[in-house]
């Protein structure tokens, strides 16, 4: 409950239609699926899902800035430490070269978890294939928790714990998106089984072609981004509701409820 008093207090903007723009002096900017101008005072933390961060000439925050799935621009001051998780293609880098590279890692994301978690793909795929639309409601759900404890931490903690553990919810966040979007394509590889060449209807080969379907098409325009939000969406809430259900203690629960009857 604490959380979401923090979360609710310092979102600025979900899925703003443009830019934020921080002038003056705030307390904390959260944005989530967003751009942030700072020309202003931020006295406290910076902290940007799914967006850039610009910051302007007399732009100044006096806590931690962190950025997952965007980039940091600009001439501003950080007086904390900046922690980055790009989603953009780096200096020096073509977009092309980017988009391969990015290929690639799904694809290798994609074979590892098969081969070393399939027992967590699986429960994803089938949370997914039985419970789609609770999985988008499930994926919203872990959203809003991840963002208040991510919240509470940079309200409550200071220097280099709050990178720290800003860093392990990163870490745990990402991990689980993998999982999830692996057991998306899993479930979409397990459909396509019968169109494929032999060679490629084992559960790795599968999966890895529906992955590479799933980064293909989010490559389009105007269409590639939203479609690829929506993935994310649904692999979240497929491993978050997979987790769920999956625990030993619901698992005991059921157990014992179904001897009683």
């Known amino acids: 409950m604490i959380a979401a008093l923090f979360l609710a207090a310092a979102v600025h903007a979900v899925a703003p239609t443009g830019a934020v723009v921080v002038r003056g002096e705030v307390p904390q900017v959260l944005v989530v699926a967003g ?10 933390n910076v902290a940007v899902v ?41 200096a ?23 081969a070393l978690w399939p027992r967590a793909v699986r429960t ?10 609770l999985s988008a409601v499930a994926a919203l759900g872990f959203l809003l928790l991840w963002l208040a404890v991510a919240v509470a931490v940079g309200v409550t903690v200071r220097g280099g714990l709050a990178l720290f ?9 990402l991990g689980l998106k993998a999982v999830g979007l692996v057991g998306l394509a899993w479930v979409i590889g397990g459909r396509l089984r019968v169109w494929l060449p032999l060679s490629l209807r084992g559960e790795i080969p599968r999966t890895g072609v529906a992955m590479a379907g799933l980064v293909l098409f989010s490559w389009l325009p105007v269409v590639g981004m939203p ?35």
């Open 35 to 44: 751009d942030v101008l700072v020309e202003g005072h931020v006295t406290g």
């Open 50 to 90: 799914l967006g850039d961060v610009v910051l302007g000439p007399g732009g100044r925050v006096d806590g931690d800035l962190v950025v997952l799935g965007g980039s940091v621009q600009g001439s501003g001051t950080v007086c904390g430490k900046t922690w980055v998780v790009g989603g953009r293609a780096p």
């Open 92 to 114: 020096g880098v073509t977009s092309w070269a980017w988009a391969l590279a990015r290929l690639g890692l799904w694809l290798v994301a994609s074979f590892l978890c098969v």
């Open 124 to 133: 994803c795929a089938g949370a997914l294939e039985k419970n789609t639309l």
């Open 165 to 173: 553990l800003w860093g392990g919810l990163a870490v745990t966040f």
């Open 227 to 261: 479609f690829w939000v929506v993935v994310n969406l649904l692999g979240l809430g497929g491993v978050w509701l997979g987790l769920v259900l999956g625990w030993p203690l619901w698992q005991v629960a059921g157990g014992k409820a179904s001897l009683r009857s």
